[in-house]
């Protein structure tokens, strides 16, 4: 029989281990059992530090025994229950088992064992009920002995046996890594690798196995996103160049201010890429305020001054209609093609979303159509059907994050010619996190927020420490307005028709809003917004505080994203631990957004010592996008930096992590882009084609059954 890394363990292992490892592990296959590396390896010698245990967690220890007692119990004292102690310096640990008499004569004083078990405690003490036990014995002439994942119906010794099987018998592993690659790194081929990580020598020997493994993860990723890259260069896209004196170069004229130095070079760079005839794909990510939206709206003139139509996604209503506004006012006369005191070369920007009006989404969707639109804005309404462009040229996706791939691919699909694409970040994200997660796109990064901007100063308001500072808060919105400025209140919830929920502190904004009328901001107009009112009414609210006509503006997160009003000075998060650190970054990004300092509350109840209030003070710490939004990662978890976007490729990643490997990943990057280059169907490499090509599989039908 030929064991390869498709051969179901059951024809290995046989039918009773296969279905442990099946079920409790969910490993199928020879390639699934061998590539289920240890968590980690334990030296023979050295014993697990027992002071670090954590109560409720599945372990598995290499302890060594002090002593063990019989202690008959039940009727007639025929049954036994056996208690061993076991120690090294940092703490001891007591074992229990029942009914297993013969123990005392295999956990001999000194003996030393792997134990595994639940950690629980008992009178204060550290314990494992019932642990299954297994002797160190043949593994002696071994320095280390890997550590499985491991569960109660499998424990680490069996996946340890089981692989020892499959190592023995497997043939032709698959070298998927190119030679060069390989040899340049001083990585060891693919089936010493296994060898090695699963029953190394030495510690040594295994840490290079899995920085083998760690940069193929990396590289199979890279080279699938290289793919990518290189096949939407291989597309045609219609070449749009700068017209001189066109819309664009028109538009810059009349700037009330001078770009910085930061959206000049990117400005420089989309017009390179739009004048090309191959499809621009770029993720623009700068700091809240940098100034992203100037810098897209230049491309999207670029593009109609060429005869084409720009789209210009956002992820919410209100964020689009104020795109809408604040397009159509920067524009001016240029964008009032056919209307009174229009320019003779201007264009129209219409505005499609999904709760539009039947009158107005049709005169959008003739605009459109005829190509009288050089210029739309909207939701994920663009990419219903039925939603037709004349010459859609460019494709714009502000604040990528709440936009999944498939819908940027419904957009850019569409036509013979793919239109450019930019797509902006809400926040800045960390340069490993774009590298995978966005790792189809080239890259720009705005640093530097314009000229005269104002830093924000951050607090936290602790009111179970401090209620009276609370008070304060609220006296100091009135102030704020007092001086002719504006300010947000935001709430977690909306409240209304939420799911109750007495372990909640929080408040919903609708009680929130009753309590500041009634009382603290009695004096003040308010307003409330939230996601779930009606579009119109959204969309008075927002105006009205636009235009000034409301001083306080109550409101949920639909304010986090892009909204302008240079006005508003001072924001008051309430239950602020609630929020996720860019989320708040991204939130506080709304104030100090004209030439006045800006002021952020975060107000929590939230215990000084817990991770929330860490949080938050990480938060008030700096107003660095960038730094925060590495401290931000460094405290999450993989899945949740990966998020939904590409989870086919998150489960292929085992040893590769998005928050530390940043060397790695860039390393793979670098190798991956040159292969591809030299070879883009990767002809000459079989088993990096087929490896690569699995996972593109996979990566689709995650995507498929999520759709
Ligand atoms: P974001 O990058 O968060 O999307 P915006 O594009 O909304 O930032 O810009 C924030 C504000 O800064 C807007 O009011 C915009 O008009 C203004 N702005 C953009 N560029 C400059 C600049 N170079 N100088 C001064 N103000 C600018
Ligand atoms: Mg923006």
């Known amino acids: 029989m030929r064991v390869g890394l498709d051969t179901p363990l059951q024809r290995v292992v046989g039918d009773a281990s296969a279905k442990k490892l099946a079920t409790a592990l969910d490993l199928w296959t020879v390639g699934d059992l061998l590539r289920h590396y240890p ?244 993720l623009l990510q700068g700091e809240v305020g940098s100034g992203k939206t100037i810098v897209a709206l230049l491309a999207m003139l670029q593009v109609v001054d060429a005869g084409g139509q720009a789209a210009l996604l956002a992820p919410t209503e209100v964020l689009a209609a104020q795109h809408h506004r604040t397009i159509e006012k920067l524009l001016g006369d240029l964008a009032r093609s056919g209307m009174l005191g229009g320019d003779p070369d201007a264009t129209r920007v219409r505005l499609l979303t999904g709760s539009m009006g039947v009158k107005a989404r049709q005169e959008a969707l003739l605009d459109m159509v005829s190509g009288a ?65 966005f790792g189809d796109l080239d890259m720009s990064t705005l640093r530097e927020l314009p000229a005269g901007r104002q830093p924000i100063q951050t607090s936290v308001v602790p009111v179970a420490d401090r209620p009276a500072w609370l008070d304060r808060a609220w006296e100091r919105v009135g102030e704020e307005v007092a001086r002719g400025r504006q300010v947000y209140v935001v709430a977690s919830r909306i409240g209304e028709g939420d799911e109750p929920d007495p372990e909640s502190p929080t408040r919903g904004l609708l009680e929130l809003h009753e309590e500041l009328a009634g009382g603290p901001l009695a004096d003040l107009r308010l307003g409330v917004l939230h996601g779930r009112m009606a579009a119109d009414d959204k969309e008075t609210v927002m105006t009205a505080f636009a235009d000034g006509e409301i001083d306080v503006l109550v409101a949920t997160t639909v304010v986090e994203v892009g909204v302008d009003v240079p006005n508003a000075t001072m924001m008051v998060i309430m239950d602020a631990d609630r929020f996720g650190m860019s989320q708040l970054h991204q939130l506080r990004g709304r104030v100090g957004r004209g030439g006045e300092p800006g002021l ?25 996008g960038f730094e925060l939004s590495r401290l931000d990662v460094s405290m999450r978890s993989e899945g949740d930096v990966l998020g939904t976007r590409q989870s086919g490729f998150r489960s292929s990643l085992r040893l590769l992590s998005v928050v ?32 690569v090509l699995a996972l593109e599989e996979s990566d689709r039908a995650e995507y498929l059954e999520r759709a």
Request: aromatic residues 6%.
């Open 39 to 282: 968590r980690r390896y334990q030296e023979i010698g050295e014993l697990t530090k027992l002071s670090r245990l954590v109560e409720g967690q599945h372990v598995t220890i290499m302890a060594k025994v002090v002593s063990l007692k019989n202690f008959p119990f039940g009727p007639g004292g025929r049954k036994t229950r056996t208690e061993v102690l076991v120690a090294d310096e940092s703490g001891e640990l007591s074992l229990t088992f029942f009914n297993q008499r013969w123990l005392t004569r295999t956990l001999t004083p000194d003996t030393v064992g792997l134990f595994s078990g639940v950690v629980g405690s008992f009178r204060g003490r550290r314990q494992l009920t019932h642990p299954a036990f297994d002797p160190v014995g043949d593994r002696l002439g071994r320095g280390v002995v890997p550590i499985y994942r491991a569960s109660a119906k499998v424990s680490s010794w069996d996946v340890e046996k089981c692989v020892a099987i499959c190592l023995d018998v497997v043939g032709d592993l698959p070298e998927t890594l190119p030679g060069d690659v390989r040899s340049a790194r001083g990585y060891p081929p693919v089936a010493e690798a296994f060898q090695s990580v699963h029953r190394p020598w030495s510690m040594k020997e295994a840490m290079a196995a899995q920085a083998r493994f760690r940069f193929e993860e990396a590289f199979l990723l890279q080279t699938v996103l290289a793919r990518r890259r290189h096949a939407a260069a291989g597309t045609r896209a219609v070449a749009r160049p700068p017209r001189p004196g066109g819309l664009r170069e028109r538009f810059v004229e009349r700037l009330p201010f001078a770009l910085t130095a930061g959206q000049q070079e990117v400005v420089a760079t989309l017009a390179a890429e739009l004048a090309r005839e191959h499809p621009m794909h770029r």
């Open 373 to 437: 639109a050089g210029i739309v804005v909207g939701t994920h309404a663009l990419i219903q059907d039925g939603v037709d462009f004349a010459e859609l040229g460019l494709v714009v996706i502000d604040e990528q994050h709440r936009f999944g791939v498939e819908q940027r691919a419904a957009l850019v699909d569409r036509s013979e010619t793919r239109p450019h694409v930019l797509v902006m970040t809400a926040t800045p994200i960390p340069r490993t996190v774009a590298m995978t997660v």
């Open 600 to 624: 952020c509350l975060l107000v929590t109840g939230a215990d000084a010592e817990s991770p929330a209030a860490e949080r938050l003070k990480a938060v008030a710490s700096t107003a660095d």
């Open 660 to 691: 530390r490997d940043e060397g790695v990943i860039a390393d793979a990057r670098t190798a991956a882009e040159r292969v591809v280059a030299d070879d883009p169907d990767l002809a000459a490499l079989p088993e990096l084609a087929r490896a």
